[in-house]
């Protein structure tokens, strides 16, 4: 079994910043893709940030520029960092960890950005 634990959600103004964390435990020998994903009410869970096991990243049109992810693979870990917020990137996020085929994922964390 794998668990993920994500931390550094929170409230932040306009044009601040947040660094969000997940570790992962359990029975894991490698990980391949890991990434973050978010979701509003009422809205599917979109894909924010990814990075692959060989480092390659990928990110949505709307956070290029401003949120940068990374992993620990020591640590079984991946953080994103997030400047430059804004009020539509109040969402719920949510960390993923893709092992041999099989996803798994964090209870989410709520980030919201102020006006």
């Known amino acids: 079994q794998v668990q993920l634990v994500e931390s550094g959600g929170g409230l932040v103004q306009t044009g601040g910043s947040l660094r969000l964390s997940c570790a992962a435990s359990g029975s894991i020998f490698s990980i391949d893709a890991m990434g973050w994903y978010r979701q509003g009410p009422g809205k599917q869970r979109e894909l924010v940030a990814l990075i692959t096991d060989s480092g390659s990243t990928n990110y949505a049109d709307s956070v290029k520029g401003r949120f940068t992810i990374s992993r620990d693979n020591a640590k079984n870990s991946v953080y994103l960092q997030m400047t430059s917020l804004k009020p539509e990137d109040t969402r719920i996020y949510y960390c993923?960890?893709?092992?041999?085929?099989?996803?798994?994922w964090g209870q989410g964390t709520q980030v919201t950005v102020s006006s």
């Open positions: 993923n960890i893709q092992i041999g085929g099989m996803y798994y």
